[in-house]
């Protein structure tokens, strides 16, 4: 199971970052690549970022192209998503997912409960 952290309530404009960890244990164990997905209020959930664990890969939405990063922690136990620029829209509760594809699809872990991520003035 993966638990996510770092939501919180931010004014447009600003940043966050959250971190996605396997209990401190190490994350490519069980997983090839980790997704960042969100899921706004009566909406469906969306992909945000995909991190290979064994590449120096990554891929965004669109819409987060430019103010969002994924990253990891050397020890591949944390992947983070800082986000920066953040728009009322980005407002959602984030999920991480592990998966066995390069692409983070078909998520190999049920969902968590997330963190929330609200983006107002």
């Known amino acids: 199971q993966l638990v996510e952290s770092g939501g919180g309530l931010v004014q447009p404009g600003g940043s966050l970052r959250l971190s996605c960890t396997a209990s401190?244990?190490?994350?490519?164990?069980?997983?090839?690549?980790i997704g960042w997905f969100r899921q706004a209020s009566g909406k469906e959930r969306e992909e945000v970022a995909c991190l290979h664990l064994w590449r120096p890969d990554t891929s965004y939405a669109d819409f987060v192209k430019g103010r969002f990063a994924i990253s990891r922690d050397n020890a591949k136990t944390t992947v983070y998503l800082q986000m920066n620029t953040l728009k009322p829209e980005d407002t959602a509760v984030y999920y991480c997912?592990?998966?066995?594809?390069?692409?983070?699809?078909?998520?190999?872990?049920?969902w968590g409960p997330g963190t929330q991520v609200n983006v107002t003035s």
């Open positions: 401190g244990a190490a994350l490519d164990v069980h997983a090839i690549s």
């Open positions: 997912a592990r998966s066995w594809h390069d692409d983070c699809r078909n998520p190999a872990n049920s």
